[in-house]
């Protein structure tokens, strides 16, 4: 008699809501500039400032905080238009996400920057690298992004390192113990998007295996990673 197959357990990519507000926000010295910025508002030094940091350094959790106390609207790079700046600008203040070499519209830029100046409106622009960095064919959009104050995020510390890989895993809703979150922490690039990618990664696999996250289980995915 054929021996019974038993079926594999399949795992689902499902979407997992990750708290951006104030009070999940894991504060450390490699954050302590961006924090600052967003509490002092509105007392900034400029009415446009820009927020760098590299992927999954808090970016964007930042700026929806500030968007949640400032009733900011947001958007991103790629998709503001000139001819969008006046509604985007609707409420006084806007955050414009992901700047890039060559991935906005330099005179929706320019118009945007023109408008808030006129209007006395506030923007928070954030990009992995400072202004500087990009390529600007329009001479007076690159004197105006000069202008502008920047504050930069770090790479995270230990401390704050192993307390995001712990906020991931509570995200997913997943238990980990101490010996895990270490493994972790001594194992991958010292920073929040490496971090995130092992957590997903894990929480993947220990449902696909029917397994628990384990020390044991985060050592093979990633020695086979």
């Known amino acids: 008699m054929a021996g019974r197959v038993h079926p594999r357990q399949l795992a689902f990519s ?6 951006l507000s104030r009070d999940n926000f894991l504060e450390g010295p490699a954050n302590a500039a961006g924090l600052a910025l967003i509490d002092g508002w509105p007392e900034w030094p400029n009415r446009i400032m820009w927020l ?5 350094s808090g970016k964007s959790h930042l700026a929806a905080i500030w968007a949640e106390e400032a009733g900011a609207r947001s958007t991103t790079a790629n998709a503001l238009t000139a001819a969008g700046v006046p509604a985007a600008l609707a409420t006084g203040a ?21 408008l808030a100046r006129e209007d006395g409106a506030y923007v928070l622009l954030t990009g992995r690298d400072a202004p500087s960095s990009l390529e600007i064919e329009l001479r007076d959009l690159r004197s ?19 307390g995001l890989i712990v906020k991931f895993c509570t995200d997913r809703q997943l238990t ?3 010996s895990v979150v270490g493994y972790l922490a001594t194992r991958l690039e010292r920073s929040s998007a490496a971090a995130r990618q092992a957590v997903e990664l894990l ?19 990633l020695r086979d990673a």
Do not use: C, W, Y
């Open 14 to 19: 499902l979407p997992h809501a990750e708290s």
């Open 52 to 56: 760098a940091g590299p992927e999954g």
């Open 94 to 114: 806007l955050v414009v996400e992901d700047l890039e070499a060559k991935n906005f519209e330099e005179r929706a830029l320019f118009h945007l920057m023109n």
């Open 144 to 162: 105006r992004l000069r202008a502008v104050p920047v504050v930069a995020l770090l790479p995270p510390d230990d401390q704050l390192f192993r």
């Open 176 to 178: 980990v113990d101490e």
């Open 203 to 221: 929480d993947s696999e220990a449902l696909r295996l029917g397994r628990p996250v384990t020390r044991a289980l985060a050592a093979e995915l």
